[in-house]
């Protein structure tokens, strides 16, 4: 146990240390008591305002629509549940006292020193889980993974590792959302992934928090040769403060990353929201995309791609647009360390083109109509090798957004 | 009835229309002449709704109603419809979703589609990286879904290919009920006399009357509307005389 003890060590001196970005959020003023909740038999069985609430971040109860499912209310890990064969769904703390392998992924892409919020998610773990692909699994129905707060004034710590082992196929949807009684919480969230050879995971995280959560996810992945990861964050609800620059090191011949944002900034909303990738090994890929759209909060959409070797190609693409108040603040950089890469970017904010929503008039739909069509189709980014079920989840996130904006 | 009384329009502080009276009756398409900056999309901006054309004098009424200061929908819901010669790319939206906006849902698109020739642009952007001639088959298909009483074209005939020029042509003069057959038991004139359809279209290069019959002809010059007369002879004379030696003559 002494990796275990120096980590904590190192946390220790971290615990008071400032993030690179983002608001600096008060620990102390959020509550790490974890309340007592039951272990969930079904998860049909959840009262439907739960379960309501779920769905709303893309978490479906219903039976026969994912391969399984992992619940954490708080602190507690409540359900956790494989339904097909080669898909491993454990709550981190057993993973952790029971599974020796497991250790190999601990805090092994990340340093728990970073900040404040890794020191957090170590020295004050809550749960979290451990999703693994056997190699070879194809998991076709999407795995889902919810947290959950029911506390008030909750400081939720996790940590989670993904694991796509060699030549398996794994689609994550991971929802957070909040009791509907929960006005104020923190959500510290700790997620490695692993894309082993020839794999291919799909991680979509759908947030939906409530108007004064602070929310910092800290994650980090890394895929090798001929694998694809796939990283798509829907924040379209209102948040008080949220910030994460996750970071994929394609280590590969072949490795390819691609990051797709969605975001809305409410009024007294801040969000800052990023993708970082390096790419270090022969033919590797990278695309980072954001579509950012504010009606009163502050976004700060990022971008960083570094290529490290000849013939690797990135692109990154934030576009934002300001339908009110607020402020988008495009940030996208690129770092050539030899000659031979090739990268580009591209970033546009603005408001939406006084022409385009003449044109839809001219077709017959009112003012706000138009706009909501035109705003819609802003969010509507084709992401190549999604599988249906995760489209429309995002759809109707999309869908569900444009209650509240318009 | 299109009627235009006495029209005036200012863009930004430029008069750009003085005195425009026009007048459509149910069933007949005119068509309009001019050079390039004479104010031709103008006139037909300022029918449609577009706010920037301010209208300091005169009226429009159509279908007996003041729409002087509708809104641009109000108007398309009356039954208005424009084909635009550079419309708005619209990242995100399909083509097919435009045009289920224009029908109100009550459409096959597919159908309609392939009776354009173009299906293959269905689930594309609308306008991102069309051609001309691709602009021209999806403001058809919008028109088509939208079934307006009025039809507005703007150069319907510019940009587009040899091989659609026809196709575009013959939809125009099918949706104006122009195509000339008759309707079963009916006389040519009977079934001319049934046609509701108001068309106006611009034409630079007059291409599009090989195609669609058209009632009358004007030539707008200088933001003044003039020579109303047979479309054809018109065409002829601008072709031998040129714009300003005709207009002069006419006044």
């Known amino acids: 146990m002494c990796a275990m003890r120096d980590l904590d060590a190192k946390a220790r001196e971290a615990k008071g240390k400032k993030a690179a970005f983002g608001q600096d959020i008060d620990l102390e003023s959020f509550s790490s008591d974890n309340p007592f909740h039951e272990a969930v038999q079904d998860i049909g069985q959840l009262p439907e305002n739960e379960r309501e609430r779920m769905l709303m971040a893309g978490i479906d109860t219903r039976p026969g629509v994912r391969s399984g499912t992992y619940l954490q209310k708080d602190g507690t890990s409540v359900y956790s549940t494989s339904l097909q064969e080669g898909l491993e769904i454990i709550p981190i703390k057993t993973a952790l006292e029971k599974l020796d392998w497991v250790k190999e992924y601990y805090w092994k892409l990340l340093s728990v020193d970073t900040d404040k919020y890794t020191a957090r998610a170590r020295l004050d773990l809550h749960n979290g889980y451990v999703i693994r692909a056997l190699p070879g699994a194809k998991v076709t129905y999407p795995a889902q993974a919810c947290m959950y707060i029911e506390k008030d004034g909750f400081s939720q710590n996790v940590h989670n590792i993904i694991i796509a082992e060699e030549n398996s196929e794994l689609h994550i949807i991971t929802g957070c959302a909040t009791a509907a009684h929960v006005a104020r919480g923190l959500h510290v969230g700790i997620s490695e992934y692993y894309v082993k050879k020839g794999a291919k995971l799909s991680f979509t995280m759908i947030h939906h928090w409530a108007e004064d959560v602070a929310v910092r996810p800290r994650s980090a992945g890394v895929v090798e040769e001929g694998g694809l990861f796939l990283n798509n964050y829907i924040s379209m609800k209102p948040v008080k403060s949220l910030q994460m620059y996750p970071t994929v090191y394609l280590k590969g011949k072949g490795a390819v990353a691609r990051f797709y944002s969605l975001l809305v900034g409410s009024p007294g909303g801040e969000l800052d929201v990023g993708g970082r990738v390096y790419l270090s090994a022969e033919e590797t890929r990278a695309e980072v995309i954001s579509r950012a759209i504010t009606n009163g909060g502050n976004i700060i959409a990022r971008g960083d791609l570094i290529g490290e070797i000849a013939g690797v190609r990135g692109h990154l693409e934030c576009r934002g647009l300001i339908l009110k108040e607020g402020s988008i603040h495009a940030i996208p950089e690129l770092t050539g360390k030899v000659d031979g890469v090739d990268m580009s970017h591209e970033a546009a904010v603005g408001k939406i083109a006084q022409d385009e929503i003449l044109y839809l008039m001219s077709r017959g739909l009112n003012e706000d109509e138009a706009t909501a069509t035109i705003v819609r189709g802003f969010l509507s980014v084709d992401i190549p090798g999604l599988p249906a079920p995760l489209k429309e989840e995002i759809d109707r996130a999309v869908e569900l957004s444009q209650q509240d904006m318009m | ?251």
């Open chain 2, 1 to 251: 009835m299109l009627i235009v009384e006495d029209l005036q329009v200012k863009l930004g502080d430029k008069e750009i229309l003085s005195h425009i009276d026009l007048e459509i009756r149910p069933g007949e398409t005119h068509i309009l002449f001019g050079p390039n900056g004479s104010g031709k999309t103008s006139l037909l901006m300022t029918i449609m709704g577009y706010p920037q054309y301010k209208v300091t004098a005169g009226k429009i009424f159509f279908k007996d109603e003041d729409i002087t200061h509708m809104t641009i929908n109000e108007r398309a819901r009356l039954g208005i419809g424009m084909s635009y010669q550079r419309p708005p790319s619209i990242h995100g939206l399909k083509t097919k979703q435009i045009v289920k906006i224009c029908s109100g849902n009550e459409i096959n698109v597919n159908t309609l589609a392939e009776s354009l020739n173009f299906s293959d642009f269905l689930d594309r952007d609308i306008n991102v990286g069309f051609s001309g001639g691709e602009i021209k088959r999806s403001e058809l298909m919008q028109l088509i879904a939208q079934n307006p009483d009025l039809l507005l074209f703007d150069e319907p005939e510019s940009g587009v290919d040899l091989e659609n020029i026809a196709l575009i042509g013959n939809t125009i003069s099918r949706l104006l009920e122009r195509d000339h057959r008759c309707a079963p038991g009916k006389s040519v004139k009977e079934t001319r006399k049934e046609r509701t359809k108001m068309g106006l279209i611009i034409t630079h290069t007059g291409f599009i009357l090989d195609y669609v019959t058209a009632d009358k002809g004007q030539v707008l010059y200088e933001g003044i509307l003039a020579c109303k007369s047979n479309p054809i002879e018109i065409f002829k004379q601008i072709k031998e005389i040129g714009y300003e030696e005709c207009v002069r003559c006419a006044t």
